[in-house]
């Protein structure tokens, strides 16, 4: 395996995507430190307006104290809103360099085995790097939220009543060491059901590419077992995932749930030590606040969708990169002249379907016109690809003016070949926009010989001449072609 292909190369690309970034990620710390401050100081004013206002009888002073902590909430909204924004110039680069990497190893692959580009697997790879990309954003909020909103409420925890900080760190604690721990299954289980999902579209994309072939040979039930097994297979790893959710919860249990038994078992002891009833009340707010939510938005995001980022990135990875770079041909070719020659071509649409085309042989001299008629499904649009170069035999050759297609200077091959696919495609825009598309330097006198040799004059005049406006569905299939 390359390089680029190993699991580490997913830590590098994410390492990449911050370099030059400091700025903005600065931004980023500054503005989830503002986000953070109605946590810092949520114990302390609950703690003053018990203490100082409502106990002592100083309801006013007791309203003041909340109203400063409705401010902070304010304040830290407009954090919020802040970060979210630096988070984005993090973000969307990343998404991009991901698209390329994903089409562009797909397009290599394609070029190196002289296939057209596997769109399915570009589909599969686009989905996966959205996953990444709303993962990666996620890990960064998460990450960060954890570190400013849980150190702000031990930090106001220490300084309100010191004695209760081990009675919250402790368990916090062994709750991060059981999470460390479970992390390398947790991304084993998230890899086996990614692979799972990769494996069933393939063989999705598989039976339903040989569709034809398997209600000719009456394999529908052998083409359903395999995709059905499939199925079972990605069913089991989801449900495995699933399992997993269990040892999430008793983590935030065990970190954030029995801080809060332990802190109203001492409160007796803490009291006898100093501490004031609005004080222990503040430390609970610190507890129920800001370390339980944190540590249950880090379990979550990291024990899911970081995991998911992780080996999702890493399956990107392994996927897309290149085994070496694909070389143009150092000079391109001309033909001779327009003839057509087809050596042993075989062609098949799949790994596992019978070949439409096995052994052709044909020649076609210049000047020369061939017209293949049959039944649907025959391989006459296929032919006419392949001797357009748009598809490339798996086996056999073709030579266009004794020069390979794959060879040939692709302006002396669009000057050689005029295909009219079956398929034909009609821009929503005026008639002579349609015409110009691949042409648009061409003179009106060109454009009135091209129609009268097609026949079309009357259909444009029909249309309401060549400014008109035309929409696919305003023609048949025989006027779109």
């Known amino acids: 395996m390359s390089r680029a292909a190993r699991p580490g190369g997913a830590g590098g690309l994410l390492r990449a995507s911050l370099r030059g970034r400091f700025h903005q990620l600065l931004l980023f710390a500054f503005w989830s430190a503002v986000e953070a401050l109605p946590v810092a100081l949520s114990g302390r004013l609950i703690a003053l307006a018990l203490d100082r206002g409502f106990l002592a009888g100083r309801g006013g002073a007791g309203f003041g104290f909340l109203a400063l902590f409705g401010l902070t909430v304010l304040a830290g909204s407009w954090g919020t809103r802040e970060a979210f924004l630096r988070l984005a110039v993090v973000i969307e680069p990343f998404r991009d360099e991901l698209v390329r990497r994903a089409v562009g190893g797909s397009l290599r692959r394609s070029a190196r085995a002289g296939a057209p580009p596997d769109s399915a697997a570009v589909a599969r790879l686009t989905q996966q790097v959205e996953i990444v990309r709303e993962a990666y954003a996620s890990v960064l909020l998460v990450a960060q939220g954890f570190l400013v909103t ?57 039976g339903i590419g040989g569709l034809r072939d398997v209600v000719a040979c009456g394999g529908e039930d052998a083409a359903m077992q395999a995709i059905g097994g499939r199925v079972r297979e990605q069913a089991r790893a989801s449900t495995r995932v699933a399992r997993m959710s269990a040892l999430r919860t008793l983590i935030v249990a065990l970190g954030g749930w029995v801080p809060v038994v332990l802190v109203l078992l001492a409160a007796s002891r803490l009291q006898r030590d100093g501490a004031a009833t609005g004080a222990i009340i503040g430390v609970l707010t610190y507890v129920l606040r800001g370390v339980q939510p944190a540590l249950q938005q880090l379990v979550a995001g990291i024990g899911s969708t970081g995991l998911w980022l992780l080996v999702t990135l890493r399956r990107i990875v392994e996927t897309t990169a290149p085994d070496e770079p694909v070389r143009a041909a150092a000079s391109p070719s001309v033909p001779r002249d327009g003839s057509l020659r087809l050596r042993d071509v075989t062609f098949a649409y799949g790994p596992a379907a019978d070949p439409v085309i096995d052994g052709l042989d044909l020649d076609l001299r210049d000047g020369e016109h061939l017209a293949i008629v049959g ?42 070949r005029v295909l009219i696919p079956q398929e034909a495609y009609v821009l929503c825009a005026t008639v002579r926009e349609n015409l110009l598309y691949l042409a648009p330097g061409a003179s009106p006198g060109r454009v009135a010989d091209a129609l009268e040799l097609l026949g079309a004059a009357a259909l444009v005049d029909r249309l309401g001449g060549l400014d008109a406006v035309v929409t696919p569905d305003a023609l048949s299939a025989g006027e779109r072609q």
């Open 150 to 206: 849980a150190g702000a409420a031990l930090v106001g925890l220490a300084t309100l009543v010191p004695g209760a900080t081990v009675l919250v760190l402790a368990p916090l604690g062994l709750s991060l060491g059981v999470f460390v721990l479970a992390l390398p299954r947790l991304a084993a289980r998230q890899r086996e059901s990614i692979l799972a999902d990769e494996a069933l579209a393939e063989a999705s994309a598989s």
């Open 375 to 416: 039944p649907s499904g025959a391989g006459k649009s296929t032919l006419a690809n392949l001797a357009a170069g748009l598809l490339a035999p798996q086996q056999g050759s073709i030579l266009l003016g004794g020069v390979p297609v794959a060879a040939v200077d692709p302006a002396a091959l669009g000057r050689h």
